[in-house]
């Protein structure tokens, strides 16, 4: 905004303090989240009332050019002393010391990727975890037991029984099974020793039976904690986005550890394909149909959730930081005559409870968790997973038993034919 004219912002200033004609103001005309929220927390507030006739704008606060060594933006125009003073606040960072006037902390604020923490059954076998491995190897234990003892007690008993006397092995593997499934079994005795165990079996897995079909239900409902790396954020299965802006763009590409380099080169711009840059609401959207994983100012980010999740969905969001960005300060030209006076009048708005007042009503905190258990959603076919495999191979495993039965029935057929054509052949031949 040109100012080479006396304005309101001289006014607020006294005009004496001015060693020469005030130039220029740059002012970031970015459409993101700290950019904009620069001049609400009330930070550069000498700047509120200046005059706004000019449209003269820097697009961006501007980063070195590591083949040039040009520094662009608002950064550039300050170190060039075509500007005085940078009207939004800046990432403190190493480089931009040695020529930018760090006046003062505007606000602490954090990045990180937020996603709403996946169901159990997308990591995850549920139909093992209702019990613990001990608990696991009892109970088969507890079947094979069983079924031994029911299977002496019908082989030693004394009284004859026709129901049970042709009793295979594979019909006792086949009633442990059913019994396992609360299906009984069409096997009925006479035998009260055997009629005892088989009463006492059935009550045992009744209770086993109702633990682990009350465990699944929980489960059901309930979400996986074991996404909390970059390295988990690498599961093919989740998407990943970023928040459009600027120094995003350029921080993640300056990235240099081997992890988070190689996460940025597969999951978010990788070669040939579209990167995965994209605005907060569109962001915050599929983000809320879950799987997915994006990358923003997280006080904005739940600004946007407050707005648009439903109650239950505001559970269960997991946070992961990729970098430590450094917290955003205001800044000024390098020796500025401005220092003081604008260092004095920001710690007045922070005294005053000004910045602070801006800042609650425009960052928003970690919504609350008001109904997590209360929402109960319907059974997802990835819920089903393990059950429709246990389908499949079953049908798999019997085809393939079928065609080795039909050969080698085949075979034994062709071998005995071909054995009593040889007998035939032998009697009806002469001696």
Request: aromatic share 12%.
């Amino acid at each position: 905004m040109n100012c080479n004219h006396k304005s309101n912002f001289l006014s607020t200033i006294e005009e004496k303090y001015f060693a020469h004609p005030y130039r220029w103001i740059i002012a970031d005309a970015d459409n993101d989240s700290i950019q904009n929220l620069a001049l609400l927390p009330g930070s550069n507030i000498v700047l509120v009332n200046q005059d706004t006739n000019s449209d003269q704008y820097v697009l961006k606060q501007g980063y070195k050019d590591p083949k040039t060594g040009q520094i662009t933006g608002m950064s550039g125009r300050l170190q060039r002393k075509e500007a005085d003073i940078g009207a939004t606040v800046i990432f403190m960072t190493s480089d931009r010391i040695e020529y930018l006037e760090y006046l003062s902390m505007a606000f602490s604020t954090e990045f990180a990727f937020i996603l709403r923490s996946p169901p159990i059954s997308y990591v995850s076998n549920i139909y093992y975890l209702p019990f613990t491995g001990v608990v696991w190897i009892c109970s088969i234990l507890l079947v094979i037991l069983c079924t031994l003892v029911i299977a002496l007690t019908l082989k030693f008993h004394v009284m004859p029984d026709e129901g049970t006397e042709n009793m295979t092995t594979s019909d006792y593997i086949l009633f442990a099974v059913s019994s396992i499934c609360q299906m009984g079994s069409e096997y009925l005795t006479k035998v009260l020793s055997t009629r005892i165990s088989m009463f006492a079996f059935f009550i045992a897995l009744l209770f086993v039976y109702t633990s682990y079909t009350a465990n699944i239900v929980a489960l059901l409902q309930s979400t996986t904690k074991s996404i909390q790396t970059i390295s988990d954020l690498q599961n093919p299965a989740i998407r990943v986005g970023v928040d459009d802006t600027p120094y995003s763009r350029h921080y993640f590409k300056m990235e240099n550890e081997p992890t988070r380099k190689l996460f940025y080169g597969t999951k978010i711009a990788p070669p040939g394909k579209p990167d995965a840059f994209m605005n907060i609401s569109y962001g915050v959207s599929r983000m809320r149909d879950g799987m997915f994983a994006f990358h923003v100012e997280t006080p904005q980010a739940y600004r946007e959730i407050e707005k648009t999740f439903f109650e239950h969905e505001k559970c269960g969001l997991v946070e992961i930081k990729f970098f430590a960005m450094s917290d955003i300060w205001c800044v000024i030209q390098k020796h500025s005559p401005y220092k003081e006076i604008l260092k004095a009048n920001i710690m007045k708005i922070r005294e005053h409870g000004i910045q602070l007042r801006e800042r609650s009503r425009v960052y928003k905190s970690r919504p609350k968790c008001d109904s997590d258990g209360k929402n109960f959603g319907s059974v997802r076919l990835i819920d089903c997973y393990a059950a429709l495999l246990i389908l499949v191979y079953g049908f798999l495993i019997s085809f393939f038993v079928f065609c080795a039965e039909k050969f080698l029935k085949s075979k034994f057929k062709h071998i005995c034919t071909s054995k009593l054509e040889m007998y035939r052949e032998q009697l009806t031949s002469p001696e």
